[in-house]
C-alpha cells in the first residue's frame, strides 16, 4: 500500500492511499488528471477565441481541485448546481459562485450565510413574486443579495420566455439591497439532437433568446452586466458567442458517452471511469459479472435519448481505458451487479475472476454522484492523488 497524497490527507476511508489500481477496493470512481487538465485547457482556448468569459459548472465533478484547473483567470468565477455546492466552494476559498437553480424563498437565509463567506454568490429567479420575496428578504435583513433572471430559451424547464412581459417588471420588484447580475439561461434541448448542425442551430436560438432579453431590460433602464449561457454540446458547436459575456459548460472536464455522441468530445478525452472487479464468471449464458452495478454506474442511459444506443451501462475496458476486450459493455444492472452478455472466450481468458477493469460512464454526472471523492491517475495504473468531492444540496 502507498501513501501518496497530493492534496492533504487521505480521506477515512483509507489507512493509507493505494498505490495502484490492482490495490484499490472496488467500486471506485476514478479521475485522470492530464484529461481533466487537457479539457480544460481546450474549452479555455476556444472560450477565449469567441471572446467570452468561460464560467466552469462545477455539477459533474463537485472538486475543488478540479475547479482550480478550470478556472478562467479573465473572470474567476463557477457556476453550482445546489447550495452544497456554493458552501464546499466558498469554504475553500472561491468568490465569485453562481448558483445556476431557481430558488425558493425558504432558501434565502442559508443563501444569505453562504453568501457571507463569499464576495459574490448570485443565484436565478423566474418569478415577479420571487423577486418581491427577496427584496422582502433584503428589507427585513440587511442582506445584499445577488441574482440573474433565468430565460427559457426552448429547454422547457425553469425561466421565463425573453419576450415575457413580466421580464422588466421582475427587474423592477428587486430593491436597492438586491444587485440584478444580468440574465442567464441553458438550452436543454441541446441534449435531445444528435447531429452538429442540429445543436449549432439550438445554440444560436439560445444566444438569441438570452441576448433578446438583455436587450429589453436595456431599453428599459436596467443595468444588465452578464449575459450567460451554455452546456458543453451547445459550447463547442455555437457558431457565434455575440452579445454574450460568458460560457458555462460543465460536463467538458470529465466527458462521458453521451458527449462522445453527439461530438462534443472524444472517447480518450473522457476523464472519468469506475474500476470494477469481475466477480463471476456464467459460462454456460455468455455472461460475466462485475461487482459495479446501478449504484455504482446509475441507472442513467443518455444515449438511449439519440437512437440508437450501444453504450448500455457503460463500456468495458482495460486498466489503461484501452478496449482490449472489443465492444464489451454493461448490459444490465442490478444494485451491487453489473452484468455483460455475450462474452467470448477469449474474453474469459482475459478476465478471470479477480480481475478489474474500467468501465467508461454513459452519463458522467450521474456516475460521479454516487461517490465521496476520486482516485486521481495521469494515465497509468499508478493512483497519484485523492480528491475529494462535495454531494447533497443543502
Sequence with gaps: MGGLVVNGSPPEVFATLPATLHEATTPVVLLDRQRVKVNAERMLEHARRHGVALRPHMKTLKSIEVARL???ARHGGIAVSTLNEAAYFARHGLQDIQLAVCQA???LPRIAEVGSHCANLSFFIDSVEMAEAVTGFTQ??????NVWIEIDSGGRRTGVEPDDPCLLPMAAALGPLVRLCGVATHAGQSYANQSALAIADIAETERAAVVHAAQRLRAGGFSVAGVSAGSTPGVVHSRSAAGLTEWRPGVYLA???FQVAVGSLRVEDIAVSVLATVISHQRARGEMIIDAGALALSLDRSTQGLGADDA????????????SYGHLRVDAVYQEHGKLREVSAAVFAALPVGSRVRIIPN????TAAMYNHYLVTEGGEEIVACWSRTNGWS
Design 312 to 323: 448500455g451501462y457503460g463500456l468495458v475496458t482495460d486498466l489503461l481505458g484501452r478496449a
Design 140 to 145: 427585513a435583513t440587511g442582506a445584499q443579495l
Design 255 to 257: 466527458g462521458d458517452l
Design 105 to 107: 424563498p425558504a432558501a
Design 363 to 366: 452519463h458522467g454526472c450521474m
Design 70 to 72: 478550470a478556472l478562467d
